[in-house]
């Protein structure tokens, strides 16, 4: 555990406040992590103090915003080691950073009977605009399928049989919503250029980023998507990471202000890399709230985050497999997983107690948990699972918060007569 916990948990204000008179609970952060307050008055700060529109005139304002701004997106590319800020391209979330390079790079690069690959273990956000680029262009979808333990099958090679001339782009997440699996990534990049040293590779860094040490120059990609409000930052603000070499030829996603150089009557030329990809007014404050939530989590240094939610991750897969019926989505290889754990309650082959129904007990006591298709539907069919439960964790969760869990667990499995 974290030694300074309860410092860091006093700088998450939401932490404070009860839910039907129980302290609060907060299991739900790979759905959207808490702020603390550092990342509060950032966000406070700019608009008390410096509220101007960027880029734009030369007024003192305009000037502290865009510092603020473009100072942000300094210490973002700092925390993934991506290089030159310029690859950090600010978009709404990592959904919008996949669209972008759909768009952008996939418009222009895929063509008929040309592959995509993805794996069976894709949030929907990194599946959806690939499936839409599929259709609009007569391109193959193509998946990397996942065995019983939640891994990709790419060991020994495996990965030869998914990759040929043919594969333009691969498309895979870091780490599962659902089963909290690390993927090899940089071992997938390679075995990938290596069969193909054309083929370009995205990956889906949304879960991965806010627990675990990422060096993006590291991996080898081409591209990588994150999302502000997952690692402490607000809502409204994500990354996409982007190789050098392709920015320049890439179209611009959206055009309107800012995004140009010089506009005539008929034409325009466009503006420098990144602003290139960042038509009208951004998310000013979300940036700011984003590069003072990547200071915070600097602070406290990324292999402690991930030593520490290893370690309740381990805590909790022992205590929820002692509880019986209790069906565990993924491994229990720490080491290979993050802190998301989906489960069901299942005997006899069937869902006895419907997820919805569960985590509503559950925040009866004060335990806020996700539950339903988690975004990956077709990931849940693989398991034969409708819905689920799933709890997930960051810095300020506690194992006593844990002990809390299983008891309430239990409840619900009496109300329902899960016996
Ligand atoms: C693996 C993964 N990818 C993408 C996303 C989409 O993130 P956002 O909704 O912020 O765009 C999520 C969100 O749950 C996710 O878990």
């Known amino acids: 555990m974290l030694e300074n916990i309860e410092k860091i948990r006093s700088d998450f204000p939401i932490l404070k406040r009860k839910v039907y008179n129980h302290p609060l609970v907060y299991f739900d952060n790979a759905a959207t992590s808490q702020k603390p307050k550092q990342v509060i008055k950032a966000i406070t700060n700019y608009y008390e103090n410096h509220n101007a529109n960027v880029h734009r005139g030369v007024h003192k304002l305009t000037e502290e915003a865009t510092e603020l701004y473009e100072g942000a997106r300094k210490k973002i590319a700092d925390f993934v080691n991506g290089g030159d800020k310029r690859q950090i391209i600010f978009v709404r979330n990592a959904t919008e950073a996949i669209n972008l390079i759909a768009y952008s790079w996939g418009r222009e690069n895929i063509k008929k009977n040309d592959e995509i690959l993805l794996s069976e273990m894709e949030h929907h956000s990194n599946l959806i605009p690939w499936q839409h680029l599929a259709k609009e262009t ?13 891994e990709l099958k790419i060991k020994n090679h495996e990965l030869k049989q998914y990759v040929s001339a043919k594969t333009k782009l691969i498309a895979v997440t870091h780490v599962s919503n659902v089963l909290g699996t690390i993927n090899p990534v940089k071992d997938i990049i390679e075995q990938a250029k290596a069969i193909n040293p054309k083929v370009k590779v995205l990956i889906d860094g949304a879960q991965a ?8 120059q590291n991996l080898g990609c081409d591209f990588y998507a994150f999302t502000g409000h997952k690692m402490l930052g607000p809502s409204g603000i994500g990354v996409l990471w982007v190789k050098k070499d392709l920015q320049e030829s890439m179209i611009p996603f959206q055009r309107g202000g800012d995004m140009i150089l010089r506009v ?5 030329t466009w503006n420098y890399i990144p602003w290139k990809f960042e038509a009208g007014t951004p998310n000013i404050e979300g940036a700011i709230g984003l590069g003072a939530a990547v200071e915070y989590l600097s602070s406290i240094g990324m292999k402690n985050v991930r030593e520490h939610e290893k370690e309740l991750t381990g805590y909790a897969l022992k205590k929820l497999e002692e509880i019986e019926y209790l069906k565990i989505y993924g491994q229990n290889n ?14 006899n082959g069937k869902i006895a107690i419907h997820p919805h129904d569960l985590v509503s007990i559950l925040d009866g006591e004060g335990i806020e948990v996700r539950s339903g298709r988690l975004c990956a539907e077709p990931l849940l069919s693989i398991f034969k699972a409708e819905a689920a439960a799933r709890v997930s964790f960051h810095i300020y969760n506690t194992k006593a918060e844990i002990d809390r869990l299983i008891p309430a667990i239990g409840k619900a499995k009496k109300i329902f007569k899960v016996a």
């Open 264 to 268: 005539t009557f008929e034409s325009a």
């Open 209 to 216: 980023v806010p627990h675990i040490p990422v060096s993006v």
């Open 138 to 150: 007569g391109a193959k979808l193509k998946f990397i399928p996942i065995d019983e333990k939640g």
């Open 334 to 347: 720490i080491e290979k997983r993050v802190g998301v754990i989906a489960f069901n309650i299942v005997k």
